[in-house]
């Protein structure tokens, strides 16, 4: 089975805060993406990662920076966190050369 | 900014009854389809993916594609009060390593 584990399930954070989120696989796969899920506007990607040190942004990178130091790890950072990055953060994961993407269990984000 | 349509639904169908999914997508040279389920709160679940023309069946799920209309379609037969859920259409294509997400169709089967 496929395992992709997200650092928190519910995440409350003040305006302004530096905040980290982060996405562990144990499968050792090369792709690793990051989306936002908001309602009435479906998965929005943010950055994904092809390698280690190795990132591209995606549609809406604005207002994010990402950090892949290991293979198995991926992490979002919000610089400096805003209202309107409250949302369902969600982490997937595919091997190289395959197109199924596969799911973390979310992070639901507030910051008020 | 390639698109993926679908209607957002609620699609109501009784218990037993064959539920109908759809989805257009914007860009002929998309390469692969797939179908999610998300229940409330949760993260999205892979069900069902497709390459080519036809039809593809898995147990109680069939999803169908015409690349030519630009149509990808999930039937599910059978349906029960557990497949309640909201679906999601994705499309991979040519070049890009991520996909395209509509912004899915709430299902609710009524027992």
């Known amino acids: 089975d496929v395992k992709v584990t997200q650092s928190s399930r519910y995440l409350v954070k003040r305006t302004g805060e530096k905040v980290f989120l982060e996405c562990v696989q144990d499968?050792?796969?090369?792709?690793m993406f990051w989306y936002r899920q908001d309602p009435g506007l479906g998965l929005r990607l943010i950055y994904f990662?092809?390698?280690?040190?190795?990132?591209e942004k995606g549609d809406i990178p604005e207002g994010y920076s990402v950090s892949r130091e290991k293979k198995e790890r991926f992490s979002l950072i919000l610089e400096s966190a805003s209202t309107n990055q409250t949302s369902m953060y969600l982490c997937?994961?595919?091997?190289?050369?395959?197109?199924?993407?596969?799911f973390g269990p979310g992070t639901r984000l507030t910051v008020t | 900014q390639k698109e993926v349509e679908q209607n957002s639904g609620p699609l109501s169908v009784p218990e037993g009854a064959i539920a109908s999914l759809n989805c257009t997508y914007s860009d002929r040279v998309s390469q692969s389809f797939f179908w999610y389920r998300q229940y409330s709160g949760k993260s999205p679940e892979l069900i069902m993916s497709i390459y080519s023309n036809g039809d593809k069946e898995d147990g109680r799920f069939t999803a169908q594609l015409n690349k030519a209309s630009q149509y990808v379609s999930l039937l599910i037969r059978d349906s029960q009060p557990s497949d309640s859920a909201t679906y999601l259409c994705a499309v991979r294509d040519t070049g890009r390593r991520a996909l395209t997400f509509g912004s899915g169709t709430r299902l609710q089967v009524q027992p």
């Open positions: 990662s092809y390698d280690v040190k190795m990132k």
């Open positions: 997937a994961i595919n091997a190289r050369g395959a197109y199924e993407q596969y």
């Open positions: 499968m050792d796969h090369e792709n």
